[in-house]
């Protein structure tokens, strides 16, 4: 089993609707979660770290839920633009950064 | 506007060349990973250096070698390159109080 899994998608989404996608992570201690967004060919850049409170920014809602070990995206009245693949980003150790674990990311398609 | 510099966009070498692929940051951050990408699998980290002359292996160091002799300065060597080291090679360093990574623009490697 992977430590962290995501659907790999892609979810095609109508301009304007609202896609939602998880991400499952394995070890149960993990201290950090963030989502990057990865544009084709490009290098992925922070979205949004992932706080125990839930967390917006703007269009965009991540949520954590320990209890049942997974983050999730909420993407609000979808941009064009939105079209990215988004990577979860797990820290499974307090004070090391050298234990990232990344999954393999969910493809999102807005479509006109 | 921070910043990190990969040496190269894209290469091809053949098998059993050496390569070398360098990764410059300027935000002064102590630690820098190097990872590969490949579809399906995510990022999967290869090295990580948390100060000058330091470094750990990550998940998948073998065949690999890397050099930290200044801060701002981290490569990556494939001794003897191999056709399944063929990858997209991202360099990262890391902003240690937030968690947030900083991805150069990625080096495409091919070995023929």
């Known amino acids: 089993r992977k430590e962290v899994e995501q659907d790999p998608g892609p979810f095609n989404v109508p301009e304007g609707a609202t896609v939602a996608f998880n991400c499952t992570y394995s070890?149960?201690?993990?201290?950090?979660f963030f989502w990057y967004r990865q544009d084709c060919r490009k290098e992925p850049k922070l979205l949004m770290s992932?706080?125990?409170s839930g967390n917006e920014d703007g269009r965009f809602t991540a949520q954590l839920n320990r209890a049942s070990q997974y983050i999730s995206l909420l993407i609000r009245d979808s941009k064009l633009s939105d079209s990215a693949t988004y990577l979860c980003?797990?820290?499974?150790?307090?004070?090391?950064?050298?234990?990232?674990?990344f999954g393999a990311g969910t493809q999102v398609v807005v479509t006109p | 506007d921070v910043k990190v510099t990969q040496s190269s966009r894209y290469l091809v070498k053949r098998t059993g060349e050496k390569v070398f692929l360098e990764c410059v940051q300027d935000?002064?951050?102590?630690?820098m990973f190097w990872y590969r990408q490949d579809p399906g699998l995510g990022l999967r980290l290869i090295y990580f250096?948390?100060?000058?002359?330091?470094?750990e292996k990550g998940d998948i160091p073998e065949g690999y070698s890397v050099s930290r002799e200044k801060k701002e300065r981290f490569s990556l060597i494939l001794e003897s390159a191999s056709t399944n080291q063929t990858s997209m090679y991202l360099c990262?360093?890391?902003?240690?109080?937030?968690?947030?990574?900083?991805f150069g623009e990625g080096s495409r490697l091919t070995v023929l």
């Open positions: 980003v797990v820290n499974p150790s307090l004070g090391s950064w050298g234990k990232l674990q």
């Open positions: 070890n149960s201690a993990s201290q950090s």
């Open positions: 992932v706080y125990s």
């Open positions: 935000m002064d951050h102590e630690n």
């Open positions: 250096s948390y100060d000058v002359k330091m470094k």
């Open positions: 990262a360093s890391i902003v240690t109080n937030t968690g947030e990574l900083f």
